[in-house]
């Protein structure tokens, strides 16, 4: 899931909508599926997390229109295509444009307030609140609704033993659900001591110059996938208890 975040979101026509910040997690039956995407500034505060992104979510309600703001989100089913973006259908792409992403966000609030951006930045102004429709509850962060921010980081214990932080949330599609995907259910995450080649994007498929690909074998050779039928998860704590019938295997074993 984590090969999705920081995509660039584009509209039918190729217009620029931001990029997916976090993922919209939701229990269907007993399993999680990923049922949308998080773009904007209140996706980004989420991920962050720390002291840095409860001071971007306090900067976001500040300057929102509204006075008790919730995240917008697309539903999976509005993603018409997955390349090196992700594009969304035209009912999105206007909600989206709306509900200002990120980079009209930073545009109109940052960008436009400088001396002389105004006359510069005419695309970055946003109709007022009062002459907005009001956004359908599909596009609006349930209750309930969990990201995977909010997974990633979580500690994962199996019995008396400490496996690290996951590092990696896996789904696999299932079933139809409308969109390139169908249903995207969580399947297994994948967790470690170590976080550096999952930041840098090594653990999964470990590529560049074979010292860098041997280093970060080694490096994460404590790596544990974990299939998710056998964790429960503490959301309020960020923790993942793995039974201990489970099956423990490195992520390249297959």
């Given at each position: 899931m984590l090969r999705l975040l920081d995509h660039q979101v584009v509209g039918p026509k190729g217009e620029l909508l931001g990029n997916v910040d976090d993922l919209v997690l939701r229990q269907v039956g007993d399993g999680l599926e990923v049922v949308a995407f998080m773009?904007?500034?209140?996706g980004l505060a989420r991920r962050q997390g720390g002291r840095g992104g409860r001071w971007l979510h306090a900067v976001w309600t500040r300057l929102h229109p509204r006075e008790?703001?919730?995240p917008v989100v697309v539903p999976l089913r509005e993603v018409t295509k997955v390349g090196s973006a992700l594009e969304v259908s035209a009912a999105a792409a206007e909600v989206l444009a709306r509900s200002e992403g990120?980079?009209?966000w930073l545009r109109q609030h940052v960008v436009g307030r400088l001396?002389?951006?105004r006359e510069a930045e005419p695309a970055a102004r946003v109709a007022p609140a009062e002459h907005r429709k009001p956004l359908s509850e599909a596009y609006l962060l349930q209750e309930g609704d969990h990201t995977?921010?909010?997974?990633?980081?979580?500690?994962v214990s199996f019995g008396d033993r400490d496996l690290g932080a996951v590092i990696e949330v896996l789904?696999?599609?299932?079933?139809?659900?409308?969109g390139p995907w169908g249903r995207l259910v969580l399947t297994d995450v994948v967790c470690s001591p170590r976080t550096l080649g999952a930041e840098l994007g090594y653990t999964m498929s470990p590529q560049g110059p074979r010292l860098v690909e041997l280093a970060m074998r080694s490096w994460h050779r404590h790596d544990r996938r974990v299939d998710l039928r056998h964790v429960d998860i503490a959301w309020d704590d960020?923790?993942?208890e793995v039974s201990t019938s489970a099956r423990l295997w490195?992520?390249?074993?297959?």
């Open positions: 773009s904007g500034p209140a008790h703001p919730r990120f980079e009209l001396p002389g951006a995977t921010s909010e997974l990633v980081g979580s500690r789904a696999a599609p299932r079933g139809r659900g409308g960020r923790h993942l490195h992520p390249r074993e297959g």
